[in-house]
Nanobody, 120 residues
């Protein structure tokens, strides 16, 4: 089994910054992709940022230039630095990892979610 534990959400004013962190632990052989998704009330979950094992990040246009994702492969952690936050960034943010487990399966795991609220 694999667990993803997130930290770093909270309340911030528009224009401010927040940093989210996620640590993966458990039956991990390797991690292919790590990323962050978000879900606002009444909306579908959407990709915020993803980073592949080789280190190439991927962002949608809505956060490009404001958010930066990074990962530490040795520690199985991923971090999302969010700058110039907007009220529309308000959502529950979920950590995601595609894990090659020690029993030779490739599985998709999610964290429990952390609330990010941006006030105007």
């Amino acid at each position: 089994q694999v667990q993803l534990v997130e930290s770093g959400g909270g309340l911030v004013q528009a224009g401010g910054s927040l940093r989210l962190s996620c640590a993966a632990s458990g039956s991990i052989f390797s991690i292919n992709t790590m990323g962050w998704y978000r879900q606002a009330p009444g909306k579908q979950r959407e990709l915020v940022a993803a980073i592949f094992s080789g280190g190439s990040p991927n962002y949608p246009d809505s956060v490009k230039g404001r958010f930066t994702i990074s990962r530490d492969n040795a520690k199985n952690t991923v971090t999302l630095q969010m700058n110039s936050l907007k009220p529309e960034d308000t959502a529950v943010y979920y950590c995601n990892a595609v894990v090659h487990t020690t029993d030779s399966f490739i599985k998709n795991y999610w964290g429990q979610g952390t609330q990010v609220t941006v006030s105007s």
